[in-house]
């Protein structure tokens, strides 16, 4: 069964930075290896709706980001390892949420229901 497991959350201080890290496991079936999957970043701040935070696509050729993050987020993958990476820059207070990786067997969405398979989250405080 596929999954994803995502970490690197913590608490950090505004101006800093963090990397978070998805890994998969299980994308074994036939013709739908990890790699083929477009992966996206969420977000969920407490009392909020769950945003797109960026996206990147099954060959790392394509990313996009949200406009509230452009600049400081940096999203690529790894197919080898299996993992994706969001890289986190110049953290403000306003980041501070719950960081989920989806996958989808298509290109890239920013609708929740359009994914294919979530991790539980990793958590992002940014406090001084």
């Known amino acids: 069964q596929p999954q994803l497991v995502e970490s690197g959350g913590g608490l950090v201080q505004p101006g800093g930075s963090l990397r978070l890290s998805c890994a998969a496991s299980g994308f074994t079936a036939p013709g739908l290896a990890f790699g083929v999957y477009t992966v996206n970043w969420f977000r969920q701040a407490p009392g909020k709706e769950r945003e797109a935070v960026s996206c990147?696509?099954?060959?790392?050729?394509?990313?996009n980001y949200a406009d509230s993050v452009k600049g400081r987020f940096t999203i690529s993958r790894d197919n080898a390892k299996n993992t994706v990476y969001l890289q986190i820059d110049s953290l403000k207070p306003e980041d501070t949420a719950d960081y989920y990786c989806a996958a989808r067997f298509h290109r890239c969405s920013k609708n929740v229901k359009d994914m294919n398979y979530w991790g539980e989250g990793t958590l992002v405080t940014v406090s001084s």
């Open positions: 990147i696509t099954g060959g790392g050729l394509v990313t």
